[in-house]
């Protein structure tokens, strides 16, 4: 950003991000446009609307959102997260090549290895913390590197802007899942992507009430082919689901703030417990990506992850059963605070030895903390570790 006076800062953008009162009635809040078609004066004259796969007012009020938060050009909305990356991989073409990184999201590697691979495109896993591993893959035919930080569960940290560097001045081009950061946190554009992805279903819709996603990016012949994919292959989200996340926008940076603080506080929290051997989250100074996480990040995020001094599956399922505040289910970002056991849920479709190899062990339990009382959240997990260890 060159200008900071003339920059809105985030939590103005989230507040006010494409909304704009209604011209025709004034009403401040963006309507509902529950509406497929739209009336035609004449053939070929109508007001920029013609059919809602293609536009719809609700849906454009929050991809211009989407846009302004994430610092890009265009913003354009999913039925899912996964719909918005199944768009951007079928700009690819057969005989093209992807790296990505080997502590991916579960979905993001079956759409990549169940889906694509059949269509002639070829994806490479490395860690994309090691440059070389990364270099090492790199060819004339990579066309997309797909990175994710920080990862599930083990908030893993790519470094953005170095990994943007190896591939500059090529035609590979970098585009980051920002989900677990969300764009309070991080702005992958800002350090040289070319594309930000986000599962709104998490903390941007924030009320684990809508399922959507969003791609961004500042790049204009890349989004007009995106956004003819968009119309032709019809994955759009409703109007209704739209107003919900325009709504849910509004309290972004508070909620965030909330939840970076709560995460914080339960992180130390847990890292002093007896029962617990490991504690991961990126606020540490001790977690290897730490000073990457402190440059490229503003706060350190609600996800925290911890390993059981027993490292046993049995413990872990007690844990995970006895919390009250601490909801046991997948899913993130909310408001509400949920826990889960990586190694029987998220990860249970890959291999023992692969998902160990990144810590994935039966003793890892996952908390998406969320924005309730911390000092509530703490007894909670204190009350289920205890519970968990008399009955072991
Ligand atoms: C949930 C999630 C997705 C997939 O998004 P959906 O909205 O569930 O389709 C992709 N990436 C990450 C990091 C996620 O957490």
Same mark, same amino acid.
């Given at each position: 950003?060159?200008?900071?006076?003339?920059?809105?800062?985030?939590?103005? =953008?989230?507040?006010?991000?494409?909304?704009?009162?209604?011209?025709?009635?004034?009403?401040?809040?963006?309507?509902?446009?529950?509406?497929?078609?739209?009336?035609?004066?004449?053939?070929?004259?109508?007001?920029?609307?013609?059919?809602?796969?293609? %536009?719809?007012?609700?849906?454009?009020?929050?991809?211009?959102?989407?846009?302004?938060?994430? +610092?890009?050009? +265009?913003?354009?909305?999913?039925?899912?997260? =996964?719909?918005?990356?199944?768009?951007?991989?079928?700009?690819?073409?057969?005989?093209?090549?992807? $790296?990505?990184?080997?502590?991916?999201?579960?979905?993001?590697?079956?759409?990549?290895?169940?889906?694509?691979? +059949?269509?002639?495109?070829?994806?490479?896993?490395?860690?994309?913390?090691?440059?070389?591993?990364?270099?090492?893959? !790199?060819? &004339?035919?990579?066309?997309?590197?797909?990175?994710?930080?920080?990862?599930?569960?083990?908030?893993?940290?790519? /470094?953005?802007?170095?990994?943007?560097?190896?591939?500059?001045?090529?035609?590979?081009?970098?585009?980051?899942?920002?989900?677990?950061?969300?764009?309070?946190?991080?702005?992958? !554009?800002? !350090?040289?992507?070319?594309?930000?992805? %986000?599962?709104?279903?998490?903390?941007?819709?924030? %009320?684990?009430?809508?399922? @959507?996603?969003?791609?961004?990016?500042?790049? /204009?012949?890349?989004? /007009?082919? =995106?956004?003819?994919?968009?119309?032709?292959?019809?994955?759009?989200?409703?109007?209704?689901?739209?107003?919900?996340?325009?709504?849910?926008?509004?309290?972004?940076?508070?909620?965030?703030?909330? %939840?970076?603080?709560?995460?914080?506080?339960?992180?130390? +929290?847990?890292?002093?417990?007896?029962? $617990?051997?490991?504690?991961?989250?990126?606020?540490?100074?001790?977690?290897?990506?730490?000073?990457?996480?402190?440059?490229?990040?503003?706060?350190?995020?609600? @996800?925290?992850?911890?390993?059981?001094? /027993?490292?046993?599956?049995?413990?872990?399922?007690?844990?995970?059963?006895?919390?009250?505040?601490?909801? !046991?289910?997948?899913?993130?970002?909310?408001? &509400?605070?949920?826990?889960?056991?990586?190694?029987? @849920?998220?990860?249970?479709?890959?291999?023992?030895?692969?998902? &160990?190899?990144?810590?994935?062990?039966?003793?890892?339990?996952?908390?998406?903390?969320?924005?309730?009382?911390?000092?509530?959240?703490?007894?909670?997990?204190?009350?289920?570790? &205890?519970?968990?260890? $008399?009955?072991?």
């Amino acid at each position: 950003m060159s200008d900071k006076s003339q920059t809105p800062g985030p939590g103005t =953008l989230a507040v006010h991000a494409g909304v704009e009162p209604d011209p025709t009635t004034g009403a401040i809040m963006t309507p509902v446009y529950l509406t497929s078609t739209y009336v035609q004066d004449g053939v070929g004259n109508h007001k920029g609307f013609e059919y809602s796969r293609t %536009h719809n007012p609700t849906r454009t009020a929050l991809e211009v959102a989407f846009a302004a938060l994430e +610092h890009g050009t +265009h913003g354009l909305a999913f039925a899912s997260g =996964l719909a918005a990356m199944d768009v951007v991989l079928k700009t690819l073409r057969p005989g093209d090549e992807v $790296i990505s990184t080997n502590d991916l999201y579960g979905g993001s590697y079956r759409l990549f290895t169940t889906v694509f691979a +059949h269509y002639g495109i070829t994806f490479h896993f490395v860690d994309l913390g090691d440059l070389d591993a990364l270099k090492s893959k !790199l060819n &004339e035919h990579t066309r997309l590197i797909w990175t994710e930080t920080p990862t599930n569960p083990m908030m893993q940290i790519t /470094d953005i802007a170095a990994v943007v560097d190896v591939v500059k001045g090529t035609a590979t081009r970098v585009v980051v899942d920002n989900t677990f950061a969300s764009p309070m946190l991080q702005n992958p !554009l800002d !350090l040289g992507a070319d594309m930000v992805m %986000h599962s709104v279903t998490k903390y941007l819709g924030g %009320h684990s009430d809508v399922v @959507m996603g969003c791609l961004v990016t500042s790049d /204009d012949a890349w989004e /007009d082919e =995106l956004r003819t994919l968009q119309n032709s292959c019809g994955a759009v989200p409703g109007p209704m689901d739209c107003f919900l996340v325009l709504r849910g926008l509004k309290t972004l940076h508070l909620r965030m703030q909330r %939840h970076c603080e709560n995460g914080k506080a339960i992180a130390h +929290h847990l890292s002093t417990h007896p029962a $617990i051997s490991k504690v991961y989250w990126p606020g540490f100074t001790t977690h290897p990506g730490h000073e990457i996480a402190a440059r490229q990040m503003h706060d350190f995020g609600g @996800m925290v992850a911890f390993t059981l001094a /027993d490292d046993n599956l049995q413990t872990a399922k007690r844990v995970v059963a006895k919390t009250n505040l601490f909801t !046991l289910a997948e899913s993130l970002g909310g408001v &509400e605070s949920l826990i889960g056991h990586p190694a029987t @849920m998220t990860h249970a479709s890959i291999p023992r030895e692969v998902r &160990e190899k990144t810590g994935v062990t039966d003793g890892l339990i996952r908390l998406s903390v969320g924005i309730e009382d911390a000092q509530d959240l703490i007894s909670d997990l204190d009350n289920a570790l &205890e519970q968990a260890l $008399i009955r072991g």
